[in-house]
């Protein structure tokens, strides 16, 4: 397949709630471009209501009955559904042999932090009596949203994470946040102004060192029985740093993990499938890092 990367970025883009956005017209485009009637691969996708939740079950045609991935997805905090993250969600399901849960968050300004939390926390606790492992998914703003809720499991609770895996993870909404005030730093596809306008519609600006808002306030002894986390980005992100920084966070409270970075990639790359090959190989190589991963259990 021949790559088209401006057709990647216009696409990619839709995800990203910019500063002159309208959230309701800023919702319907993400539903419009992502949303798909057919899914790949031959997923199966059905409505189930979980801890009181409205969430997706994607069920592959092949898959390993001993785990589950709750999957929680981007969009700024304001945009996005199990809809439009179906497609998405059904080819990581289909790499990885595993089942995977979306559930329909409720989103901000409307519903402000932690109501998210909440929800995801209440499709958890159901989960935790069923599945003898339980695999976090997520990307974008719905990667701190994934870290809040393993910071909020208690010691126990903890021990069904198998992995935690974050495409592209927001990391910092705070004022100190490195992109703000580096004015030199490009990106195709998000910006500093953006993340800024999105950590405002989702909490108040003396939540945001809250380490449940953002993860790059995370002290190490906060980690105790925290899962090994997979994290796949491109290296032309404007966040790849703080990303890093968090690296050092997980080494110093000895959390395992991968920071897999794919060379001139961008914000969300798997995302664009339609035009990047590097998409469908991305999402092969964490299919294939969560089998593996299983095997080795």
Known sequence: MANNRRAAVKRLRTLVFSPKAEIEDFRRKIED?????????????????????????????VYASDRVMLYIHGGSFIGGSRSSWRSFCASLANASSTKVIVPEIRLAPQFPFPVALEDIKSVYKELYGQKPSIILGADGSGASQALALALNLKDTARTKLENIILFSPWLDFSDAAPIYHNKKLKDEVISADAMKRTAAMYTFASNLTNPLVSPQYIQPEMLEQFPPVYIQMGENEIIINEVKRFCTILRAGHVPYTLDVWPDMMHLFQMADEFLEESHLAVQKVGEYIKKTNEED
């Open 33 to 61: 471009e992502f949303s798909e009637i057919f899914l790949p691969n031959r997923v199966e996708c059905t409505e189930e209501v979980i801890g009181k939740v409205v969430c997706d079950v994607l069920t592959p045609e």
